[in-house]
């Protein structure tokens, strides 16, 4: 029997009236008492809330039930295009919430001449073709938990702990990757406007500082083999910050203040698309210098060239060393007694501005490994990239450390648990969601687009 609208507002207002009194009479009660312990109160806030909020999703139920769908949704619509509907029968659909699930129930109208169907409640509360029978905004709850936790299966735990709703891991995992999916759509649709204007902004407007552009590429596993057979895509990543936004700590590592990172799992040729947005979101013009930071790789060499003439190239530090230990390693057969001093002197006189001097020590080995060639040619290369003395007289970061830890918090941290095998569309969905939530972008970019 369903209840008119005044008997289901007198009867929420009664429920929720002896909630109150009961709690407010534990309240006084316990607090007569010696000790009135904040767990205890935690516990009877948890009740009232929990008690209030199941009285209140019952009687919406209710009054959903209670619409006249015929008379107060569709009026005369159908009738006035020559549709004749009739009673077709209840239909139930159960829409998952923020707050709790949903049981509506409603009417299907069905025209037995053209054969069409239609369930007007839900036009009227707007739930026709809603996917996974979710609000918009459950769905960007769930693909949160569904990039930020371990695996799907973790997200389902955690959704049930935090929220007390149940969502199976493949309802979680279909969401996410819808979620991301979209996001990655709209990020492409700005990524690829921003390219076509590519090459415009000339020079700074005069407010000084330096807009660091940092890129970098990490495999992930997919189920798919490429000609070579291998299963492996390289996700690439690229970080966008400036000197504006960082604080200094003594002792301390910095702290980036604001930042963006962007991915893409596949070629070059559209992540640039995807790098070059990041940048002009971050105000790219707009600063006296730019450092874009990498590890020597020809295609970030190629990229920066095309998108980023004026910036100045930087060698990452780190991997020059590296390279330099793993030549000498070879050369002195792992001795390290032999290798280790004799790779500090190469550093040393590379952080002097001695370059010339490094690749003769190179050169003069270069019988002895086959590895002296490839070093020396990596050097060469980026003889324009690595005078690091100068660098750091302005200021500049000269390391990559800040790219490789997003690589951990963007990429592996999600996508490369053991044993875990990604689609290609379905990674770059993930790690679409994580690059947005590692930028504090989700309110504007996750949220704004779905729930919009």
Not at 364 to 378: C, F, H, I, M, R
Not at 403 to 414: D, F, Y
Not at 423 to 436: C, E, F, N, W, Y
Request: aromatic letters at 8%; proline letters at 1%; glycine letters at 6%.
């Amino acid at each position: 029997m369903i209840k008119n609208k005044e008997e289901i507002k007198r009867e929420l207002k009664d429920d929720i009236s002896k909630i109150i009194d009961k709690y407010v009479e534990d309240m006084d009660k316990n607090s007569n008492e010696e000790k009135f312990p904040i767990d205890k109160i935690e516990r009877m806030l948890g009740g009232i809330i929990g008690e209030s909020k199941k009285v209140i999703i019952d009687k919406t139920t209710e009054l959903l039930s209670n619409i006249d769908e015929e008379n107060e949704i569709k009026k005369t619509e159908y009738a006035e295009s020559g549709i004749k509907l009739q009673n077709h029968g209840m239909r139930n659909i159960q829409i998952t919430t923020l707050y709790g699930k949903l049981e509506i129930e409603r009417t299907m109208l069905y025209d037995r001449k053209t054969k069409e169907s239609v369930m007007p409640k839900d036009e009227y509360i707007e739930i026709t073709g809603l996917p996974f029978a979710m609000t918009k905004a459950m769905m960007t709850e769930t693909a949160f938990y569904g990039q930020n936790q371990t695996s799907f299966g973790a997200a389902s735990d955690m959704i049930q702990r935090a929220m007390g709703l149940e969502i199976n891991r493949e309802t979680v995992r279909q969401v996410s990757e819808y979620v991301g999916g979209k996001v990655h759509d709209m990020d492409t649709e700005r990524a690829n406007e921003a390219y076509r204007n590519a090459g415009e902004i000339e020079s700074a407007d005069g407010r000084g500082g330096t807009l660091y552009i940092m890129m970098d590429g990490a495999t992930v596993n997919t189920r798919i083999e490429d000609e070579a057979g291998s299963t492996w895509r390289e996700n690439k990543l690229v970080l966008v910050f400036s000197d504006r936004y960082i604080l200094e700590q003594k002792n301390r590592n910095n702290i980036i203040l604001k930042k963006e990172y962007a991915a893409y799992v596949g070629s070059v040729d559209e992540f640039k698309k995807h790098v070059y947005r990041a940048a002009l979101e971050n105000e790219y013009g707009a600063y006296e210098q730019v450092v874009v930071i990498g590890d020597g790789a020809t295609w970030i060499r190629n990229m920066c060239n095309e998108l980023f003439p004026n910036a100045q190239q930087i060698l990452d530090k780190y991997h020059l060393c590296e390279h330099i230990y793993d030549y000498a390693k070879t050369l002195f057969n792992n001795s390290a007694d032999k290798y280790t001093p004799w790779a500090e002197t190469v550093i040393e006189k590379i952080e002097n501005g001695k370059v010339s001097e490094a690749l003769d020590m190179i050169e003069e080995n270069a019988k002895n490994s086959d590895g002296a060639v490839k070093l020396t040619k990596y050097l060469q290369n980026n003889m324009d990239k690595i005078d690091y003395k100068y660098y750091e007289e302005q200021g500049w970061f000269v390391g990559s450390g800040a790219i490789e830890s997003g690589n951990k918090v963007v990429l592996q941290r999600r996508l490369k648990q053991a044993g875990m095998r990604w689609g290609v569309d379905a990674a770059q969905s993930i790690v679409t969601l994580r690059a947005k939530w590692e930028s504090r972008l989700w309110e504007r970019d996750v949220v704004g687009l779905i729930c919009s």
